[in-house]
């Protein structure tokens, strides 16, 4: 079974979205110096005018799609984080696709804007965070 198959579920997806949108918040409460201000303040702009467990849960097929190669590749054995990290340049790079199509598809100026402002340091933030997304999926697939 793949991981969307597992975390697409109906009895699971609502807590996928739920735990991932902890998990942002959590990763970005972690950020320090001016780089961690300015990416709170942009995720704070970005929680106002979007629900991000509903987002998330909107936008789940996609986030898990992103992810289901790396898992087959895992074998279900160990820390899926770990894996994820290991391969950092990749996944990123895989996550920043559907990211930035999304952006430009969004009609919420206000949610671009914002995505625009932080792409920059898009790369980074999710390389950092790859360890904890890794181990939320891995939670919820079992």
């Not at 990763?27 to 201000?37: F, H, I, P």
């Not at 789940?60 to 894996?83: H, K, M, R, S, V």
């Amino acid at each position: 079974m793949s991981l969307s198959e597992k975390l697409l579920a109906p009895a699971v997806r609502p807590a996928v979205a739920a735990d991932l949108a902890a998990t942002i918040d959590t990763e970005v409460s972690n950020k320090r110096g001016l780089s961690g201000a300015a990416i709170k303040t942009g995720y704070a702009a970005a929680k106002k005018k979007a629900d991000v467990p509903k987002v998330l849960n909107e936008n789940l097929e996609q986030i898990t799609a992103i992810f289901d190669p790396y898992w087959e590749q895992f074998g279900g054995q160990g820390d899926f984080g770990a894996y994820l990290a290991g391969r950092g340049d990749e996944v990123t790079a895989d996550i920043l696709k559907v990211a930035d199509a999304r952006a430009q598809a969004t009609s919420r100026d206000q949610i671009s804007k914002v995505y625009g402002s932080m792409r920059g340091k898009a790369a980074d933030l999710i390389k950092e965070s790859l360890p904890a997304i890794g181990a939320t999926l891995q939670k919820h697939a079992g």
